[in-house]
Every structure is written in C-alpha cells, then in structure tokens.
C-alpha cells in the first residue's frame, strides 16, 4: 500500500487509507445494499417513495429541453438524499435499532452542518450542470423553448442541431458527472461515520463516539483519492448507478423506490471497502 493513499486530517482528526478495490468488492457493496434493504423493506420502500415522488417534482412542469439534464442530475445530488439511508445501514452494522425513524437521526447528527455544506456544493455543481445545458441548447437552437416535448423530439433526431445537441451535451454531462462521482462517493459516508468504542456499546452507551467531526476538505480529499486510485473501478460503479436510475425512470419513476435504497445502503458499504480509518478500530 502505497504511502500516498494516506488521507491526514488536522492534529485531533483520524487518519485514513484508502484502499485498492476491484469489480467484486462493488458486487460485495451491492449484496450488503440488498441485504440491508431485504431487512426492512416495508420501512424502505416507505422511503424509498420520496425520491420517485421527487423525480416526477424535478419534470412536471419543466421546458422540455430541460428534462433530460433535469433526470441525468438527479443522480448528483443522490448521495445527499441517500444520508438516512447510510444511517440505517451503520445502525445495522452495529447491531442497533433499524426502525425507519432512524433514518430522520441525522438531523441531530454530530455532522449535521458538515453535510449541509457538501449538500449545498453538490446543489450548486447541479445547478452549474442545468445552467450549462440550457446555455447549450440556446447557443445551438435559439431562445425560444419547444412547444411541445413531441417537437423537441422532433427536433433532436431530425436537425443537425440536435445531433449536436446530443453530443454536445453528453460530453458536458459527463464532466459534471465525473466531478459529481469524484466529490462526492464517499465523502457523505466519511461525514456521518464515526468509529465506535466497542466497550462502550457493551454497556448500552447509545451514541459512543470517540473521534471528532471530520472537516469537509478532507471528506472530499479522500473522496478523490479513492477515485483516483480506483478509476476502473469507481467508473464501473458510476455506470451501475446510472443504468439502475435509468430504470427506476423507465419504470415511471416507481422504481426509484427500490433502486434508490438499495444504492444507498450499497454507497455506505462500498465506503467501508474503500476507506479504512487507520489505529480507530
């Protein structure tokens, strides 16, 4: 293990590696995913219902030309409202309660504020990304929205503009989503986690926390280095989580309900494959 995948923090904060992994530590992550959701899946799916019932929020009423960066974005800001969900999975990891209230913990969260602030950062680079394929499609084809989706469609397939719409905008998407996966794949995790005193657990402690509240800068730090080290890999895990989304969409967004969860608990499981926070456990 090279040196240089050492993450340090400040003189209070944890130090972390970050490993190498491969294509079957993402098939570990996505069988503990299914397992945790398996667990409670009345409670999950209850959910899980959020985010479909988000998705269909991002489009109704959205200019045509805006519901494809619209969906495609959907899945950067997923690791923001994946947060409860990645509570329930280390509640289970620790054998504590897992009920769907716990999912709302966070709110009073010793990272709380951290995770606003990385929430607040991938809103913006979402909003770079919808700033970015408007400014495209007004560039390529005018001012003017499409009157209807049918034209836009229409116009896509039928223009030499809208080819390059197309292509254009899906070497744009795949910039932000690059940065998105980069900032963000396990940085949410890293916030929320927090080695635990097993002797503490023994006598029944509820919350017993022996570390100090991870800065941002370095969640996103380490979050970078472990693509970085694991370019394939996470590539691969990138591909994973936009096909699943695009399921969930084609399934009329009621699939998000499971597709969402099941990614989320999936997300926590392959931070702890990634990252090891060295001398804390």
């Known amino acids: 293990m090279s040196q240089s995948n050492v993450i340090t923090g400040s003189d209070s904060a944890p130090v972390y590696r970050v490993r190498k992994i491969g294509p079957g530590d993402l098939k570990d992550a996505l069988a503990k995913g299914l397992a945790d959701f398996s667990a409670k899946p009345s409670h999950l799916v209850f959910l899980g219902l959020i985010y479909p019932l988000v998705g269909i929020g991002l489009v109704v009423g959205a200019s045509p030309q805006l519901i494809f960066p619209l969906l495609s974005g959907f899945a950067l800001i997923g690791p923001f409202a994946g947060i409860g969900l990645y509570e329930i999975s280390q509640a289970r990891e620790l054998g504590l309660d897992t009920s769907w209230k716990h999912a709302f913990a966070v709110v009073r969260s ?6 606003l602030s990385l929430g607040l950062l991938m809103l ?5 990304w919808l700033f970015a394929a408007q400014a495209l499609y007004v560039s390529l084809l005018g001012p003017a929205p499409p009157q209807s989706f049918t034209q836009f469609i229409t ?3 039928d223009t030499p503009q809208g080819w390059k719409l197309i292509g254009f905008g899906t070497g744009i998407g ?4 690059v940065l998105a996966l980069s900032v963000s794949v396990v940085s949410f995790p890293m916030l929320l986690d ?4 097993p002797e503490a657990l023994d006598v029944g402690i509820e919350h017993p926390v022996v570390t100090p509240t991870i800065d941002v800068p370095i969640a996103i730090q380490t979050s970078i280095k472990a ?3 694991n370019p394939f890999t ?3 895990w990138g591909l994973i989580v936009a096909g699943s989304l695009a399921i969930g969409f084609l399934l009329f967004f009621a699939g998000l309900a499971v597709v969402v969860p099941v990614l989320a608990h999936s997300t926590w499981h392959l931070y702890r494959r ?3 926070p060295t001398g804390l456990r």
Not at 110 to 115: C, E, N, R, T, Y
Not at 174 to 177: L, P
Request: with cysteine.
């Open 124 to 128: 913006v680079i979402f909003g770079c």
């Open 174 to 177: 795949f910039v932000f989503a």
């Open 274 to 276: 990634v990252v090891e």
């Open 155 to 157: 116009t896509i397939f």
């Open 110 to 115: 010793h990272a709380i504020f951290p995770i």
């Open 234 to 236: 996470m590539a691969l």
């Open 194 to 197: 927090r080695p635990i005193d």
């Open 227 to 229: 693509v970085l080290v």
